[in-house]
């Protein structure tokens, strides 16, 4: 088994940025490299109390860093594992490479096959989800080949974006169109979709329909994206190299320089999530942040982390200003 070596002191001044970025970095934050040692990173994803779950892809496991600082192997043989997600359940779900399927890992580590094909098919391998506020799941399916598959070739043509109703029992094409569609991420009010086409060089938006089906799909940017996030101002994360920020929108806002051949994703967590989690080659870096992250009702997450000392928001406030 592979030796994870953490460091918690590693830290990286001198971020590269746009002079509008201190208003979404925290005053004198500085980068740094909390874990390293892995062989790929990818797919970091944060649970209610802020803890934030990611994946070493290559060592076929999944790990946990929790709001104490500490980074364990949450599982072993965790089926190739990519992009994960928290559903509002609190169940973790697993694009999972190894069999191209869509896994639910329940809080006791039972794991459920959402989907293994569509329409008889086996996907190209599911990359990258996000849940909708009615627990629809939207994801990506590129064809990059795996050196652990017995297929060399593509049983759908197509590398599209799915969406599964939040029944669990309805799969349909979202979104055609792509080259190699990758990251994706949506809005808290669940009104927006974007969609990363990351051998396109683009960022598509999309209006998402009461039904779950897209509409008006626009050009966001003309960058393609691993993965990616948002904040609640609107700005959009985009990963590969460093991370580039947009406001929403679509203009350039800074950019987090990385020193790493690649950044593969990016998410919000901790307690407020206010801390930028960066996924990149073989390391775990964080960031202190102004702003903070969409996925989680801050009153909540205040109400569980610190019941007795909860800070007090506006009774409108939901997480989503925009």
């Given amino acids: 088994m592979r030796i994870t070596i953490i460091f918690f002191l590693f830290l990286f001044p001198a971020l590269a940025v746009s002079q509008s970025l201190p208003s979404v970095i925290s005053k004198n934050a500085t980068l740094k490299q909390i874990a390293i040692g892995y062989t790929f990173t990818e797919g970091p994803a944060v649970d209610e109390r802020g803890n934030v779950y990611f994946t070493d892809q290559p060592n076929n496991r999944i790990l946990k860093w929790s709001t104490e600082g500490k980074i364990e192997v949450y599982m072993e043989n965790a089926g190739r594992a990519n992009g994960l997600y928290i559903d509002h359940e609190g169940n973790l779900l697993a694009c999972a490479d190894e069999k191209n399927e869509l896994w639910k890992i329940s809080p006791n580590k039972e794991i459920t096959v959402l989907l293994k094909d569509f329409e008889g098919k086996k996907f190209n391998g599911p990359n ?15 064809f990059y080949k795996r050196p652990y598959w017995t297929r060399t070739e593509k049983e759908i043509e197509k590398e599209n974006v799915y969406y599964l109703s939040p029944d669990q029992k309805t799969v349909t094409v979202a979104a055609t169109g792509f080259v190699r569609p990758n990251g994706i991420i949506g809005n808290s009010k669940g009104k927006k979709l974007y969609v990363a086409d990351i051998n396109d060089g683009k960022t598509y938006v999309f209006k998402i329909n009461p039904d779950g089906s897209l509409s008006d799909r626009k050009l966001f940017v003309e960058m393609g994206s691993d993965g990616m996030t948002i904040d609640h101002k609107g700005n959009l994360y985009l990963t590969g190299k460093g991370v580039t920020i947009f406001n929403k929108r679509g ?34 870096y964080t960031l202190n942040m102004k702003v903070h992250g969409v996925r989680w009702d801050p009153k909540k997450m205040k109400r569980l982390n610190n019941p007795k000392d909860a800070r007090q928001f506006p009774a409108s406030f939901d997480g989503d200003r925009r």
């Fill in 251 to 284: 203009k350039k806002v800074g950019q987090i320089e990385i020193a790493e051949k690649w950044t593969a994703n990016v998410t919000f967590g901790g307690e407020e999530q206010e801390t930028l989690f960066i996924t990149a080659m073989q390391s775990l």
């Fill in 128 to 142: 990258d989800l996000w849940v909708d506020p009615k627990g629809g799941i939207y994801f990506t399916d590129p």
